[in-house]
């Protein structure tokens, strides 16, 4: 729906239908709840192609085949592994019950009960997936769900509006398609979660927006991802993995690495090894390359051409890894090839801003702690990378640092995993999702309690007397 002066009561009586339908139905039932994951699936594979063509016709240009990969695959992987497990997920929880009321009968369980309807704001960077992905623990959890795409996407987004109909009744899920009037409408609605992946300046106003209601949120945002080479790393192999997660999606991605950090006496070896490993993934240059992407609009491409500028104003070595030297004035979309910044100081916008794109400023230390210190004079990130052969060194690391995720020996696969909760903490998020700890996210965990039939607890109620008194004194010791 596009945004005008009824958008927030159309918005607000969407909700109200979808709560309602929520009440009048019930909890769905695990049958139900698998015909949402496979109406979701059929969708993404029913219509792949169409969903290829408008992503990149968003971005100008992005690869199909990471488009299927990072988007559908990694979304049908989520849903299929719910519909999976949705029967051990669904089960009640037992619980112990404080003696001796347990040996009476008493019985302590917990319920996953789904909290209503949710509603997902997802980002631009990966417009399926940051949809379908969430989705699987929302519909596992018995959940509605009514989404608002970027706009930034608008091709994808609309596509999106369009499909969703054929596949599932607007009590179920729906989509609201507009601006940031719309987004600012869609965040102030009373869902009964809210889960929102984008920025952290913009998170805070979902936040504070939810707040009004006190709707609880899963915030997915961002932060300077950091990537550490150890010692022991081996060079050419950690190049190759960290320039892939800096160039897949041309870096415009949450997790992606955000500076390196690189033993003193290394940097030349790093540098040489980046050329190499960017040559090897692109050998037929990155300007009309199909496997290399576009920035996502002009506004984005500005931003980050100025952040190199700036850092080359302040003192930095820019070194653009250009394998075929080709000239990049001149192109119908918005590539920039990738871009080390050697010598990066905390001055430097570069080092200030998540970056979102093919630019890695490269730092070095002398001692493991002097990186450990550098990461942790920084908020907390969403993600962090370690590459060495090092045991000791790579557990001080894990120990010494906090982030939302880690992946070692490789950049951005732990988000993939569909077993690993992801998420971030503290300014890169709060809250986590996929698998078992999705479901437990989009679920209310009821505890219910049935009561012995034994009169034992008449000691309970007054007139208190000796027996609750002998009972107070045994369980106050040290």
Known sequence: MAFDSNTANALADQLARMKAAHVRDGQPDQATRARWIDRAVALLVENQNALYDAVSADFGHRSKDQTAFADLVQSVNALKHAKKNLRKWMKPSKRPVEFPLGLLGARAVLHYQPKGVVGIVSPWNFPIGMIFSPLAGIFAAGNRAMVKPSEFTARTSALVAELVPKYFDAEVLSVATGDAQTGAAFTALPFDHMIFTGSTAVGRHVMRAAAENLVPVTLELGGKSPTIVGQSANMAKSARRIMHGKTLNAGQICTAPDYALVPEGKTGEFVTATRAAVAEMYPSGLKDNDDYGSIINQRHYDRLLGLIED????????????????????????????????????????????????????????????????????????????????????????????????????????????????????????????????????????????????????????????????????????
């Open 311 to 478: 850092a080359r104003q302040k003192g930095a070595e820019i070194v653009e890894i250009n394998p075929k030297g080709e000239n990049f004035t001149q192109q119908p979309h918005h590539k920039i090839p990738p871009h080390l910044i050697l010598n990066a100081t905390d001055d430097m916008a570069v080092m200030q801003e998540e970056i979102f794109g093919p630019i890695l400023p490269v730092r070095t230390y002398r001692k493991i702690d002097d990186a450990i210190a550098m990461i942790n004079d920084r908020p907390r990130p969403l993600a962090l990378y370690y590459f060495g052969e090092a045991a000791e060194e790579r557990e001080h690391v894990l120990n010494r640092t906090t982030s939302g995720g880690v992946t070692v020996n490789d950049t951005l696969f732990h988000v993939a995993q569909e077993d690993l909760p992801f998420g971030g903490t503290g300014p890169s998020g709060m809250g986590n999702y996929h698998g078992w700890e999705g479901f437990l996210t989009f679920s209310h965990a009821k505890g219910v309690y049935r009561q012995t039939g034994s009169e034992i607890i008449k000691m309970l109620r007054p007139p208190y007397g000796a027996a609750i008194r002998k009972e107070i004194r045994k369980r106050l010791t040290k």
